[in-house]
């Protein structure tokens, strides 16, 4: 069964680093491009980066670019996204999704994980 | 970055009804468009992609259209389980956009 399980969410203070892991099993997950989106409490979805099913191509938000970094290892099937310089504005669950082979749309997604960034 | 609008941004209907959501694009996204369906604490769904794609699995009752611009969503016989917030989302270029979301309600 296709699974995706994230992890890593957890309390931090502004400023600060957190890194979210999202575990895949069930797939060839090193033939498929990922994704992170968010959704701030009681609000819509954000997307936040890409990264392409071989790890060259990323793409991030204009909100995230520069303190976010996306990463993969395909040898374990996870997908990690190192999150720097955090703020307030941050705080959201952390979805990551598996991208659709013809493209675009997210066709698996994990259950979430919960950041919040807070004093 | 392509700005989706989403309409209504809420709505009450009654099991059996027709139900219609919009979405509109800021600029020409072709069929680029996907429809997800989200009930509370949970992730999104896939319900259609490239605009007018049944995902598989999803219900029949379910229908994308439009293309370009303006694209719509419609439900064509509200169920019980469809009660959920629904978003559009568009994947031309290099970034990823959602709509703002339309909450179905029970009236």
């Known amino acids: 069964q296709v699974h995706l399980v994230e992890s890593g969410g957890g309390v931090v203070q502004p400023g600060r680093s957190l890194r979210l892991s999202c575990a895949a099993s069930g797939f060839s997950y090193s033939s498929y491009a990922m994704h992170w989106v968010r959704q701030a409490p009681g609000k819509g979805l954000e997307w936040v980066a890409f990264i392409s099913y071989d790890g060259i191509n990323k793409f991030y938000a204009d909100s995230v670019k520069g303190r976010f970094t996306l990463s993969r290892d395909n040898s374990k099937n996870t997908l990690s996204l190192q999150m720097n310089s955090l703020r307030a504005e941050d705080t959201a669950v952390y979805y990551c999704?598996?991208?659709?082979?013809?493209?675009?749309?997210?066709?698996?997604w994990g259950q979430g994980t919960m950041v919040t960034v807070s004093s | 970055a392509v700005q989706l609008t989403q309409s209504p941004s809420s709505l009450s209907a009654s099991v059996g009804d027709r139900v219609t959501i919009t979405c509109r694009a800021s600029?020409?996204?072709?069929?680029?468009l996907a429809w997800y369906q989200q009930k509370p604490g949970k992730a999104p769904k896939l319900l259609i992609h490239e605009a007018t794609s049944l995902e598989s699995g999803v219900p029949s009752r379910f229908t994308g259209s439009g293309s370009w611009t303006d694209f719509t969503l419609t439900i064509s016989s509200l169920q019980p389980e469809d009660f959920a917030t629904y978003y559009c989302?568009?994947?031309?270029?290099?970034?990823?956009?959602f709509g703002g979301g339309t909450k179905v309600e029970i009236k």
């Open positions: 600029q020409d996204i072709g069929s680029t």
């Open positions: 989302q568009q994947f031309s270029g290099d970034s990823l956009t």
């Open positions: 999704a598996r991208e659709l082979l013809r493209g675009g749309a997210f066709d698996v």
